[in-house]
């Protein structure tokens, strides 16, 4: 649907990085809903567009994006690429490193947890297999331990 209520109908052909689309085999629709035209193909530009619709399974094909590539390789012209888009990319790649710390992060909160109702050590690191000090050391720990 378009911002001026128009609706357009059909398979999408193809879309750029500001949502320009090529839409082929479409249905237009009056903003009213009175009249219906068939089109062959249609160009829409991307401030122009609303919302768009797409199925559900069509959403599922499409591959996870990997930013381990991202950067790999030549920009537009002359393979160099401007200063927003290298901010922008250092920028994805630091909110994906901190998103799998976070996920580290949890996993180690859950471990401690279920630990905890098993009554188990929460002790960092390996127990000490001497005696002595370290030994001394690692009761300590135990006994000490907030969580």
């Known amino acids: 649907e378009l911002k001026n209520g128009e609706t357009f109908n059909g398979t999408l052909d193809s879309c750029d990085n500001w949502m320009n689309i090529k839409l082929k085999e479409v249905i237009c629709t009056s903003r ?25 399974e069509v959403i ?8 381990s590539m991202a950067g790999k390789g030549k920009g537009g012209k002359g393979g160099k690429r ?16 901190m998103d799998r710390e976070l996920v580290q992060i949890e996993k180690l909160m859950e471990e401690r947890a279920a630990k905890k109702s ?3 050590s929460l002790a960092l690191g390996n127990k000490p297999k001497g005696g002595g000090r370290d030994r001394d050391r690692a009761a300590a720990n135990e006994q000490n331990e907030m969580f």
Request: net charge negative; glycine share 8%; charged share 45%.
């Open 82 to 97: 401007g200063r927003h888009d290298k901010e922008k990319m250092e920028a994805q790649k630091a909110e994906a490193r």
């Open 118 to 120: 098993r009554g188990e």
């Open 32 to 56: 009213d809903g009175d009249r219906f035209w068939r089109l062959p193909e249609v160009v829409i530009r991307g401030n122009n567009i609303k919302y768009l619709r797409i199925p559900e």
């Open 60 to 67: 599922d094909m499409v591959p996870e994006e990997d930013l």
